[in-house]
T-cell receptor, first 112, second 112 residues
Framework: EDQVTQSPEALRLQEGESSSLNCSYT??????LFWYRQDPGKGPEFLFT???AGEEKEKERLKATLTKKESFLHITAPKPEDSATYLC?????????????FGKGTKLSVIP | KAGVTQTPRYLIKTRGQQVTLSCSPI?????VSWYQQTPGQGLQFLFE???????NKGNFPGRFSGRQFSNSRSEMNVSTLELGDSALYLC???????????FGSGTRLTVV
């Protein structure tokens, strides 16, 4: 059974204070690892897909990296508008290849 | 380009009733997935449809069912509602398995 654990559950940062969010996963075979951002009352917004260990992707102040056991979402010089819950999900091969298994998310608060 | 549209946005039902939720995917997307999101359990996979066929189903009781129409629009139905069914129900569509899933804003179901 695929499993995803995200840490920390919540993170408060001062504006401009860089940090990283962690996503640890176990999956029989990784088809893809996804990062989403979710604002209150809205659906998750797609950020990145990573496919293999060593892969990195960037978008504005966000950078996602992937190893064989975990993924990190690095936030550089965050702004208050980066405040949201960040969700990590994996998609495996085989019987579970048509579903995403999500972690419970990291709630990020960026204080001006 | 229109996103994933879910209707209704909010719904209040009484225990024992049944409910039908609707999802219109992005034009050209043939895969539609449904997820239940609660504060305690996070996002949990319900089922996935492709070309009117259910390819995968999550660990939910038989009271939860769905279908997909020839135009890729999808509905999910919950019969004999229980208080624990109160949740945000999210629909996601995709062109392909690892291209990325786009979520709608969800339907907030409250069972009283």
């Amino acid at each position: 059974e695929d499993q995803v654990t995200q840490s920390p559950e919540a993170l408060r940062l001062q504006e401009g204070e860089s940090s990283s969010l962690n996503c640890s996963y176990t999956v029989s075979g990784l088809r893809g690892l996804f990062w989403y951002r979710q604002d209150p009352g809205k659906g998750p917004e797609f950020l990145f897909t990573l496919y293999s260990a060593g892969e990195e992707k960037e978008k504005e102040r966000l950078k996602a990296t992937l190893t064989k056991k975990e993924s990190f979402l690095h936030i550089t010089a965050p702004k208050p508008e980066d405040s949201a819950t960040y969700l990590c999900a994996v998609q495996g091969v085989g019987a579970g290849s048509y579903q995403l298994t999500f972690g419970k998310g990291t709630k990020l608060s960026v204080i001006p | 380009k229109a996103g994933v549209t879910q209707t209704p946005r909010y719904l209040i039902k009484t225990r024992g009733q049944q409910v039908t939720l609707s999802c219109s995917p992005i034009s050209g997307h043939r895969s539609v997935s449904w997820y239940q999101q609660t504060p305690g359990q996070g996002l949990q996979f319900l089922f996935e449809y492709f070309s009117e066929t259910q390819r995968n189903k999550g660990n939910f009781p038989g009271r939860f069912s769905g279908r997909q129409f020839s135009n890729s629009r999808s509905e999910m139905n919950v019969s004999t509602l229980e208080l624990g069914d109160s949740a945000l129900y999210l629909c996601a569509s995709s062109q392909g398995q690892t291209i990325g899933y786009t979520f709608g804003s969800g339907t907030r179901l409250t069972v009283v």
